[in-house]
C-alpha cells in the first residue's frame, strides 16, 4: 500500500498562474516532508523541504503547506514559469539512521506559455 | 564540493545479459549510499541503501544485487538481466545519519537501461 500518493499524475497551467501539486500520506510519525524536481533523462534534484512542526514554509516561488491533521502536504508555484515544466516528487522521511525517503510517483506539470 | 556520478548514461542491453552500473561520490566520506528505480508510470522505487562499505540492505525482492566495495563506490548488478529490469535506475547519496534533514538526498544524473 501507498504510504505517499500523488493522485494526479499530470497537472496543466497558463503561464503567470499559481501551480498547485498535491500529496497525502499515510503515517502520523513522518516527521520531514520535501519536494523534488525532475526533468526528463536526469536525476531529481531538491526543491523545497518542511519540517512536521512547521505549516508553511516560502522559498521565493515556491511554498510548501503541511496540514498535519489532513496527512497533506501541497506544493504552490506562482507565478508558474516554462521552465517549471518537470515531473514533481512528493517525498517523506521515515527516519532511521539511513533516513530513507519514500516517494510518490510524481505529478507531471506543464506550463504553457 | 561534493559531486556524484553515474554511468552510463544509456544502455541497451539484451536479455539475460549481464548488468554492471557504477555510481561515485566525491567530495564527502562514509556517505549513505542509495539505489532508485523509476519504471515507466511509476515512482521512484528504493532498490539498495547502503551505510558502510559491504554493508548493503535491499528493501525489494528482485534479479538485481549491489556492492560497496569502497566507501564512495556502489555498483548495480545484475547475472542475467529480464525485460522487467528496464527502467531509469538513479543513484544517490546522503550525509551519514543525516538522511532525515532539510535537503534529503542528492541524487545522480540517472541511467535510461533497455532490456531488449
Known amino acids: 500500500d501507498q504510504q505517499v500518493k500523488q493522485n494526479s499524475p499530470s497537472l496543466s497551467v497558463q503561464e503567470g498562474r499559481i501551480s498547485i501539486l498535491n500529496c497525502d500520506y499515510t503515517n502520523s510519525m513522518f516527521d520531514y516532508f520535501l519536494w523534488y524536481k525532475k526533468y526528463p533523462a536526469e536525476g531529481p534534484t531538491f526543491l523545497i523541504s518542511i519540517s512536521s512542526i512547521k505549516d508553511k514554509n516560502e522559498d521565493g516561488r515556491f511554498t510548501v503547506f503541511l496540514n498535519k491533521s489532513a496527512k497533506h502536504l501541497s506544493l504552490h508555484i506562482v507565478p508558474s514559469q516554462p521552465g517549471d515544466s518537470a515531473v514533481y516528487f512528493c517525498a517523506v522521511n521515515y527516519g532511521g539512521s539511513q533516513g530513507n525517503l519514500i516517494f510518490g510517483k510524481g505529478t507531471k506539470l506543464s506550463v504553457k506559455p | 564540493s561534493q559531486t556524484i556520478h553515474q554511468w552510463p548514461a544509456t544502455l541497451v542491453q539484451p536479455v539475460g545479459s549481464p548488468l554492471s552500473l557504477e555510481c561515485t561520490v566525491e567530495?564527502?566520506?562514509?556517505?549513505?549510499l542509495y539505489w532508485y528505480r523509476q519504471a515507466a508510470g511509476r515512482g521512484l522505487q528504493l532498490l539498495f541503501y547502503s551505510i558502510g562499505i559491504d554493508q548493503i540492505s535491499s528493501e525489494v525482492p528482485q534479479n538485481l544485487s549491489a556492492s560497496r566495495p569502497q566507501d564512495r563506490q556502489f555498483i548495480l548488478s545484475s547475472k542475467k538481466l529480464l525485460l522487467s529490469d528496464s527502467g531509469f535506475y538513479l543513484c544517490a547519496w546522503s550525509v551519514a545519519g543525516q538522511g532525515r534533514g532539510s535537503y534529503g538526498y542528492t541524487f545522480g544524473s540517472g541511467t535510461r537501461l533497455t532490456v531488449v
Open positions: 567530495g564527502t566520506s562514509n556517505p549513505n
